[in-house]
C-alpha cells in the first residue's frame, strides 16, 4: 500500500487504544468552564463589568486546566 494512501486511526473507523485517564476530569472541567462563562457574560452585561470580568477570569482558569490535562494525556 502506498504511504499517501494510508488514513489516519480517526478516519478508519478504529477504536484509540490509548486510554485517556482524564477524560471524565476533563468532561467536568468543560461544564464549570461553561457554565461559569455564561453566569461571567451574564453578570458582565446586565450587573457589574467588574464581577463579570473576574469570573470569566475564573472560567478560563478551569479551561487552562483541562487543556493541559489533554497534553499530558
Avoid: Q, W
Wanted: glycine share 4%; proline share 1%; charged share 20%.
Amino acid at each position: 500500500m502506498n504511504e499517501n494512501n494510508i488514513l489516519p486511526r480517526h478516519k478508519r473507523g478504529e477504536k484509540d487504544t490509548s486510554e485517556d485517564h482524564f477524560f471524565k476530569i476533563r468532561n467536568v472541567l468543560n461544564i464549570i468552564f461553561i457554565l461559569s462563562a455564561i453566569v461571567g457574560l451574564i453578570l458582565y452585561y446586565f450587573d457589574n463589568h467588574t464581577t463579570g470580568t473576574i469570573v470569566i477570569l475564573a472560567a478560563m482558569s478551569f479551561k487552562i486546566i483541562e487543556c493541559c490535562l489533554r497534553l499530558f494525556r
